[in-house]
């Protein structure tokens, strides 16, 4: 499976944007999806991961309320939802595929985008 993360961009504090993670490979749908980031001067962080199905989604408990995850299996594509973005949201985002949900363990990483939020 390739990763390939895209639709970042420059946005301003309270503006939104959508990231969509598209993926090559006829087994996409076998893959739990998490989306991570990674500002500069800071560790990697996991924002949200997604099952194979969409039925299970976990968020970082600093975008809670803010972003959304799902996924079309039909198109290989898993989109983030950004909303009420906040300066420290600025990082470049990355998308990842694990086997297992629950696993740190990732097969598969994307080149990332970068978001910049302005204040």
């Known amino acids: 499976v390739q990763l390939q993360a895209s639709g970042g961009g420059l946005v301003q504090a309270g503006g939104s944007l959508r990231l969509s993670c598209a993926a090559s490979?006829?087994?996409?749908?076998?893959?739990?999806i998490t989306w991570s980031r990674q500002a500069p001067g800071k560790e990697r962080e996991s924002v949200t991961s997604?099952?194979?199905?969409?039925?299970?989604?976990s968020f970082a408990d600093s975008v809670k309320g803010r972003f959304a995850v799902s996924r079309d299996n039909t198109k290989n594509t898993v989109y983030l939802q950004m909303n009420s973005l906040k300066p420290e949201d600025t990082a470049v985002y990355f998308c990842?595929?694990?086997?297992?949900?629950?696993?740190?363990?990732?097969?598969?990483w994307g080149r990332g985008t970068q978001v910049t939020v302005s204040s």
């Open positions: 997604i099952s194979w199905n969409g039925s299970r989604t």
């Open positions: 990842a595929a694990k086997r297992d949900y629950f696993s740190d363990t990732y097969d598969y």
């Open positions: 490979g006829h087994t996409f749908s076998n893959y739990v």
